[in-house]
């Protein structure tokens, strides 16, 4: 069983919708959760990160974490073409130690 | 301020062939790392500096791969010799300092890859 569990997509939305993309786990020892954005051919760079349980929000992104489930969320409110990209999941049991990632999901925003 | 330098971005090789990989980190940060991404799958990390230490490599393929950080500032990643299933994007990255607070994240900056493909 994989520590980080996401699934691969495509997901493809029509431009204004909401999207929801998530991941699951199967460390309890992890209290950092992460999500990163991919372009092509580019590395991944940093949205949010959430310590332990709770959500957090920024501008039109949201993230959730149930450590109960060992569910994380990431929610993009009116979505927008230029947030086609690769989102990936990434958690830590320390600050920036031993980072493991989710496989990412290709996320398509239709004008 | 400037981002995390890697080079080549493309590189092309033979199987049983050496290849070698550079990286500058943003000045100042004293981690850095190496993460193989394949197609389709996330970075997996195979080594991770701090200043000119090597902090983990548990999953450093050691019979082929090899990775030095001279002077605590740049690093170079090596393979030798390199097999089909070497073909990934090799991510390198840097973060501030190792570790800070409970609540704080080391953020970690990435370069944009050096795509490797072995023929």
């Known amino acids: 069983q994989k520590e980080v569990e996401q699934d691969p997509g495509p997901l493809s939305v029509p431009e204004g919708a909401i999207v929801s993309l998530n991941c699951t786990y199967s460390?309890?020892?992890?209290?950092?959760f992460m999500w990163y954005r991919q372009y092509s051919r580019k590395g991944p760079e940093l949205l949010m990160y959430?310590?332990?349980?709770g959500n957090k929000e920024d501008g039109r992104f949201t993230a959730q974490v149930d450590k109960s489930s060992k569910y994380i969320s990431l929610f993009i409110r009116d979505s927008q073409p230029s947030d086609s990209a690769t989102y990936l999941c990434?958690?830590?049991?320390?600050?920036?130690?031993?980072?493991?990632f989710g496989a990412g999901t290709r996320l398509f925003v239709k004008a | 301020e400037a981002g995390v330098a890697q080079s080549p971005r493309y590189k092309i090789i033979e199987k049983r062939q050496s290849v070698a990989f550079w990286c500058n980190p943003i000045?100042?940060?004293?981690?850095l790392y190496w993460y193989q991404q394949i197609l389709g799958q996330g970075p997996k990390l195979l080594i991770q500096f701090q200043n000119n230490g090597v902090v983990d490599d548990s999953q450093l393929p050691k019979d082929r791969f090899s990775a030095e950080r001279l002077k605590g500032v740049d690093s170079t990643l090596k393979i030798q010799p390199a097999k089909l299933e070497d073909s990934a994007v090799y991510l390198c990255a840097s973060s501030l300092v190792v570790a800070g607070g409970p609540r704080s994240y080391n953020e970690q900056f990435f370069g944009p890859g050096t795509r490797l493909t072995v023929l």
């Open positions: 000045s100042g940060h004293a981690t």
């Open positions: 959430t310590y332990s349980s």
């Open positions: 460390n309890s020892a992890f209290q950092y």
């Open positions: 990434a958690m830590t049991s320390t600050g920036g130690f031993k980072t493991i």
